[in-house]
């Protein structure tokens, strides 16, 4: 399912944020490892799949002189999260011996309606592929009936229904007549990958989503309400568009929280003093309004 889990822990190696996203967005497990529609890792059938420490080294290089990576992403500035993890995709796929990136955001119409966009459009040794993206943030919530429902921060967000939305609109799109007109002849396969992140009630251990291996680090989500950090302890609150990758710092982070400053949903992170100075972080906790829990049930 993911072919890079040997370079699991290169992104906090990695001093570059925008090389250590990139390097979480090509190795981090996915959020779901089973779906009702096929799951699948854009650079499976890569030669970087089949040598794994190509591409680490391939990283370590960006890490060092990460010109072209900055150059690529100073040439379409982004503002949402989903298309910064779209972008990084994209220049990984340019980048990769194997496979050739043949379109991506490939918008499809019928007269002037827009149906949709194929966010990928690519081919290796396994054939053409049309890949949906995404990334997400859900948190946990226990119902009374036992069940289990992810949530994003936005409660209109939920796994199941992002799910659901992408078996039966975004992935069946590249088999439309007006989808078919754009495509190159023969099959097209088309699958997902979701990358991201699970946050579990604070002081709760919720069941593993199905096919998980449970090797994944467990975040927590608290509400407002009941934050009350530990002496010592370094929290900072975490941009938006710095979200995907474990942070690294060079020194002391400035613009440490107090509990006081909270008032709406927000990723925090704890960072500790490595022994080189730097400071990694070691937890994550989303903190969310006292009445988020009311807002997933109304």
């Not at 499809?108 to 949709?116: I, S």
């Amino acid at each position: 399912m993911q072919p890079f889990s040997s370079l699991a822990e290169l992104p906090l190696r990695l001093r570059h944020d925008a090389v250590r996203e990139l390097a979480w967005t090509l190795v981090s497990p996915p959020l779901i490892e089973t779906a009702a529609c096929p799951l699948r890792h854009p650079l499976q059938a890569s030669d970087w799949a089949a040598r794994p420490q190509v591409l680490g080294d391939w990283l370590l290089q960006l890490d060092a002189k990460p010109d072209a990576l900055i150059a690529f992403l100073q040439q379409q500035p982004v503002r949402r999260l989903g298309h910064y993890y779209e972008c990084l995709w994209q220049f990984a796929l340019q980048a990769a011996p194997g496979v050739e990136l043949l379109a991506h955001n490939l918008p499809v119409r019928v007269g002037t309606q827009t149906l949709g966009e194929l966010d990928l459009l690519l081919r290796d040794q396994e054939g053409v592929h049309h890949v949906e993206l995404a990334v997400k943030f859900y948190l946990g919530v226990a119902e009374t009936d036992g069940a289990v429902r992810w949530w994003g921060p936005n409660p209109r967000d939920r796994l199941d229904l992002k799910l659901a939305h992408l078996c039966r609109h975004q992935l069946p799109l590249s088999g439309h007549p007006a989808a078919r007109e754009l495509l190159p002849r023969g099959p097209v396969h088309a699958s997902f990958w979701m990358g991201g992140w699970l946050f579990d009630p604070s002081g709760v251990d919720l069941p593993a989503l199905p096919g998980q291996t449970g090797n994944r680090p467990r975040s927590r989500w608290q509400l407002d309400q009941d934050w009350s950090p530990e002496a010592g302890e370094e929290w900072i609150e975490v941009p938006r568009l710095s979200w995907l990758a474990p942070l690294r710092r060079s020194g002391r982070p400035a613009a440490l929280l107090e509990p006081a400053e909270l008032s709406r949903p927000r990723l925090l992170a704890r960072l500790q003093e490595q022994a080189d100075g730097s400071w990694h972080e070691v937890q994550r906790m989303f903190l969310l309004p006292n009445d988020w829990i009311t807002q997933t049930r109304s």
